[in-house]
């Protein structure tokens, strides 16, 4: 009875662990996302600026 138990909570651990696991990776990709929508909004400001120069 005392191993079924632990055997059990180990693999409730490995559960959570797997999904936390999972929303680090989800908020990873979420800031990259984040970070090439910001260059690429810069690039079509610079490039933009320039057309209206030239």
């Known amino acids: 009875?005392?191993?079924e138990?632990?055997?059990e909570r180990k693999k409730?651990?490995?559960k959570e662990r797997k999904k936390?696991?999972?929303?680090?990776?989800?908020?990873?990709r979420k800031k990259?996302?984040?970070k090439g929508k910001k260059e690429r909004?810069?690039?079509t400001y610079i490039s933009n600026i320039f057309?209206?120069?030239i």
């Open 12 to 14: 409730e651990r490995k």
């Open 20 to 28: 936390e696991r999972k929303k680090e990776r989800k908020k990873e």
């Open 32 to 34: 990259e996302r984040k």
């Open 51 to 53: 057309n209206y120069l």
């Open 5 to 7: 138990r632990k055997k």
């Open 1 to 3: 009875m005392k191993r």
């Open 41 to 43: 909004y810069y690039i």
